[in-house]
């Protein structure tokens, strides 16, 4: 209960940076514990496409969202101290796929598997998709564009009862 009323004084402090089309699209995100969300998702909250446009360029310039794909965007919690707020690196990585076609290898699969004890700088992903390093809540991503057949060997794993890819055990001793 505390908490509720603690996010709804927040909330009243934040009006003043939000409009209110931009709190009430929020709030039911946040009522939902819904933080990873999609254009589709949203939609029904706007008139028009651009109209979400101009409100999701606003929300970003603000720093409220961060956009992880072409379609899916992180929104920043209320409870994020000066806009800073960390999820699992494991977590961004499979919402920035989408769930598909994507295997975490290199350190952080070592690191995972208990190979090594260093935290990994930067997460290496092998992917169908993307070619290209990106930066987000100050963790470095690697996405490496590999063949589908040549992604290695992978397990499903759950954490923060979130599914991820990455390297069997056997596979992710290659990076020791």
């Given at each position: 209960m505390f908490a509720i009323i603690n996010n709804l004084l927040i909330l009243k402090n934040m009006k003043n940076s939000l409009?209110?089309?931009?709190?009430?699209?929020?709030?039911?995100?946040?009522?939902?514990?819904?933080y990873f969300f999609t254009r589709d998702e949203i939609k029904d909250n706007f008139n028009s496409i651009n109209e979400m446009n101009v409100y999701l360029h606003r929300l970003k310039k603000k720093r409220r969202i961060i956009k992880l794909n072409k379609t899916k965007y992180y929104l920043i919690p209320v409870k994020a101290v000066k806009n800073?707020?960390?999820?699992?690196?494991y977590i961004i990585i499979d919402e920035i796929m989408n769930g598909e076609n994507y295997c975490i290898v290199g350190k952080a699969a070592a690191y995972y598997w208990k190979h090594i004890d260093?935290?990994?700088?930067?997460?290496?992903?092998?992917n169908t998709k993307i070619h290209k390093?990106?930066?987000?809540?100050?963790?470095?991503?690697?996405?490496?564009?590999?063949?589908?057949?040549?992604l290695p060997k992978h397990e499903i794993k759950k954490i923060y009862e979130h599914n991820f890819k990455i390297a069997s055990k056997k596979e992710s001793k290659k990076w020791i």
């Amino acid at each position: 209960m505390f908490a509720i009323i603690n996010n709804l004084l927040i909330l009243k402090n934040m009006k003043n940076s939000l409009s209110e089309k931009e709190l009430g699209f929020i709030s039911k995100l946040e009522l939902k514990n819904k933080y990873f969300f999609t254009r589709d998702e949203i939609k029904d909250n706007f008139n028009s496409i651009n109209e979400m446009n101009v409100y999701l360029h606003r929300l970003k310039k603000k720093r409220r969202i961060i956009k992880l794909n072409k379609t899916k965007y992180y929104l920043i919690p209320v409870k994020a101290v000066k806009n800073n707020w960390s999820e699992h690196p494991y977590i961004i990585i499979d919402e920035i796929m989408n769930g598909e076609n994507y295997c975490i290898v290199g350190k952080a699969a070592a690191y995972y598997w208990k190979h090594i004890d260093q935290i990994p700088f930067e997460y290496e992903i092998y992917n169908t998709k993307i070619h290209k390093k990106i930066k987000l809540f100050n963790t470095r991503f690697n996405f490496k564009k590999r063949r589908e057949k040549n992604l290695p060997k992978h397990e499903i794993k759950k954490i923060y009862e979130h599914n991820f890819k990455i390297a069997s055990k056997k596979e992710s001793k290659k990076w020791i």
